[in-house]
């Protein structure tokens, strides 16, 4: 992408920075499917400690970061209970039903992306021949956006432990939310099983996730990785972007945050139906039929948006959008005629 563009279709667009090549030119490696790649054991550590977790697992995608939580926690024949619009049920292609055998039970959503939890209980299925085996819970936070309430973090944790279910988060944004709620990473992981980030979103790194669990889980899920092709070689060069990650660009993701608030401001002020607005991301309803001359004005411009569906749009900010860059988005939809 040329320089002079700003994309807001997602926060996967980041590019790795000068010092973040330089440090990833500059890592130690060995072979990671031996174990013997010292930059991806710093960065697996270093996110065990943080997170409060025995043990780590460096993956290719946050896709087969949950893939392999899924096929470490449940068998054949056994059930994760899910939000329907979660990214684990819906974007990820079905893995877990197509190589594990694994039902997913989606459950709809509260407005602000919980799965209440009246719900959740009621979906358990008893332990009779009819039934898969319920076992597991699967939460996503941050949701759209969305930190979720610390206190129904706590509730889900207790429904899990007096049912019997393990509870896991695909945690893509976990950073954001920790930093939204201005607490460490680790108050939020506390809760869960597993936990899956991704370094590839906000965090600026080019490539992969990390998989947080007990070390029986995570030697079940290495093994899984190796199965689905995900065992890297000097994946260190990979790892050491990550860390490099970690080291700088965890506390600026409050400066996307606060951009997505004036990027919000900014276009309510121009009278754009603005329906939310959480940690780096904006939400804005359009006219369906002025979405694709919106999209196109915009690109002419040098700023990318992703047309959605029915007028529904998320901007989302992140560490290749400066000030200069926002306020290239509020002129350029300042000029927009729908
Ligand atoms: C991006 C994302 C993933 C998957 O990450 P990939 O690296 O794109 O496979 C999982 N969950 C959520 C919520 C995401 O936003």
């Known amino acids: 992408m040329p320089v002079e563009c700003i994309d807001l279709r997602s926060d996967t667009v980041t590019c790795p920075t000068d010092a973040m090549r330089a440090a990833m030119a500059a890592a130690e490696v060995g072979d990671d499917v031996y174990g013997e790649d010292p930059t991806v054991n710093a960065l697996q550590d270093r996110l065990a400690g943080e997170l409060g977790f025995d043990a780590a697992l460096f993956v290719p995608s946050g896709?087969?970061?949950?893939?392999?939580?899924?096929?470490?926690?449940?068998?054949?024949?056994d059930e994760y209970l899910v939000g329907m619009d979660a990214h684990t049920y819906k974007y990820e292609g079905g893995g877990a039903a197509v190589l594990g055998g694994i039902q997913p039970q989606p459950l709809a959503h509260a407005s602000d992306g919980t799965l209440p939890l009246d719900a959740v209980e009621a979906a358990i299925k008893p332990d009779d021949a009819h039934f898969a085996r319920t076992r597991l819970l699967c939460l996503e936070?941050?949701?759209?956006?969305?930190?979720?309430?610390?206190?129904?973090?706590?509730?889900?944790?207790?429904?899990?432990?007096?049912?019997?279910l393990a509870l896991h988060l695909d945690g893509a944004r976990l950073f954001n939310a920790a930093v939204a709620q201005d607490v460490p990473v680790r108050d939020i992981a506390r809760h869960f099983d597993s936990v899956s980030v991704c370094l590839s979103k906000g965090l600026g790194a080019p490539v992969g996730s990390v998989l947080l669990g007990s070390a029986a889980l995570i030697a079940q899920a290495r093994r899984w990785r190796k199965v689905t092709g995900g065992g890297m070689r000097q994946a260190g060069m990979l790892a050491a972007g990550a860390l490099h990650a970690l080291d700088h660009h965890v506390d600026r993701l409050a400066e996307d945050h606060d951009r997505a608030a004036r990027l919000a401001a900014a276009l309510t002020a121009l009278g754009v139906e603005v329906t939310g607005q959480h940690t780096n991301m904006v939400f804005v309803q359009v006219a369906p039929a002025s979405t694709a001359s919106l999209v196109e004005h915009m690109a002419a411009a040098g700023v990318w948006l992703s047309p959605g569906s029915e007028g529904k749009l998320r901007l989302v900010l992140h560490l290749d959008v400066d000030d200069a860059g926002l306020k290239r988005v509020v002129d350029a939809w300042a000029g927009f005629r729908g």
Do not use: F, I
């Open 63 to 77: 896709t087969q970061s949950n893939l392999v939580a899924l096929l470490a926690h449940c068998a054949r024949g």
């Open 141 to 164: 936070n941050t949701w759209h956006g969305r930190p979720m309430p610390p206190g129904y973090l706590a509730d889900a944790r207790a429904l899990c432990d007096r049912r019997g």
